[in-house]
């Protein structure tokens, strides 16, 4: 297709973090994909291929990576990554009438369709919390670099350190109310050294006489004390919470770009890192305190259950043939407005036509996923990467 290049999904790494375009330059919301009523931009190809075709380079060395994984240390991961986002189902909320984008996903660390999905939700989640805070700052806790042999003990040790600050006088004393905080392990010379920091999104209150945040000064001379070598710390108010949120969240979903690492040292950085927890919140940011979600909940057997309509392909392959009801199906899933009344009546017939069955028929037929799909987990495709946007999913 000519237009190919206009289809593939974007992820946070090439445009929420790479410096050339903010989030709040891009057009908000910005679909997982485009809710275009032009059929000849709607893709004709499965939604697996479709997905791959953004990452095509870094699938390709995940896969490579993680065969020596599995030979190594042994695991089925390259197995697993095979079969994630093979499945794709538009779900309908009969309450709100929203549609939402349930595909299979294999969770494996490093995958980059499963890294940018979590990296979407969390970055979604934190803006909505931060966007209600009064004040909040972005904060860097620096490490002198390691070889890549000891990475495994910097981000044990790193993670010990920031909760030292976290618990101290200094922290509480300045009103200091929670933090969202994420490990990197940069790689340096092509993987044989990392320089392992945390970025944190933090939450404070005014101090009597003084404004809220930590003083630089003070917030150095205590992690050197606390890491005995690194002073090397910034805090800065948050003045542009799209593009904070897009610089933390990139992390979220993998420790690092496998692209930056050579081959020889790929497999090393993946068991190295292997069980580590490098997210994480605490204070007000927490889950159980109205903060931040980190992962997605499985919904209550007492909520309203998620109805199927139809695979994402069957949707496009009726946009490419014109159906107007099928493209305001899209539009509706990129802009996370409720379906309008009477849609998908009109287009269930036809989407029956294509997939050979009755779309929604019942509970127990419209749940089941594909043969393949029983280890599977299944998660939902985040439609707006466009944080502290409003609307659906």
């Known amino acids: 297709m000519g237009n190919q290049t206009l289809l593939t999904p974007t992820s946070l790494d090439n445009i929420a973090t790479s410096g050339q375009v903010s989030p ?3 057009t908000l919301p910005l679909p997982l994909f485009p809710p275009s009523d032009n059929e000849d931009l709607c893709p004709d190809c ?10 095509k380079e870094l699938m ?3 896969r490579r990576a993680y065969s020596v994984v599995d ?19 538009f779900k309908i909320d009969p309450e709100t009438g929203k549609l939402h984008l349930i595909s299979n996903s294999c969770r494996v660390p490093f995958c ?6 979590r990296a ?50 200094l922290w509480k004393n300045n009103n200091m109310t929670g933090s969202f905080w994420v490990v990197q392990p940069q790689p340096k010379d092509d993987g044989k050294y990392y320089n392992v920091h945390i970025h944190a999104l933090v939450t404070g209150a005014a101090a009597p006489g003084r404004k809220p945040g930590l003083p630089q000064r003070q917030l150095s001379a205590k992690w050197k004390k606390i890491t005995g070598h690194s002073d090397i710390v910034f805090i800065r108010q948050v003045r542009n919470l799209s593009k904070a949120v897009s610089d933390i969240t990139r992390y979220v979903g993998r420790p690092g770009n496998l692209l930056d690492i050579d081959y020889e040292n790929q497999a090393e950085f993946i068991h190295a890192m292997e069980g580590k927890r490098i997210v994480g919140t605490t204070g007000i940011c927490t ?33 490419r043939a014109g159906n107007e009801d099928a493209k305001t199906m899209l539009r509706c899933y990129g802009t996370g407005e409720a379906l309008p009344e009477g849609v998908w009546d009109r287009c269930r017939a036809a989407v029956c036509e294509i997939e050979g069955r009755f779309a929604g028929l019942s509970e127990a037929s419209t749940e089941r996923g594909p043969p393949e799909s029983a280890q599977m987990s299944f998660e939902m495709e985040s439609a707006n990467c466009g944080f502290g946007s409003s609307g659906g999913w």
């Open 112 to 117: 980059p369709y499963c890294a940018e999905a």
């Open 60 to 62: 390709l060395e995940t």
């Open 71 to 89: 030979a190594v240390w042994g695991g089925n991961f390259v197995e697993r990554m095979s079969k994630c986002r093979t499945h794709a189902d």
């Open 120 to 169: 979407r939700f969390v970055g979604w989640n934190a803006c909505e919390f931060f966007e209600k805070q009064p004040w909040k700052g972005h904060m860097v806790l620096t490490t002198v670099s390691v070889a890549a042999e000891d990475l495994a003990e910097r981000v044990d040790d790193i993670k010990k350190w920031r909760a030292k600050l976290m618990g101290s006088a």
């Open 287 to 319: 889950a159980k305190k109205g903060g931040i979600v980190l992962h997605h909940v499985k919904r209550d057997p007492d909520e309203t259950q998620l109805v199927r309509l139809a695979r994402v392909e069957t949707i496009w392959a009726l946009v």
């Open 24 to 26: 709040d330059e891009v």
């Open 46 to 55: 499965s939604y697996s291929d479709w997905r791959e075709g953004g990452v």
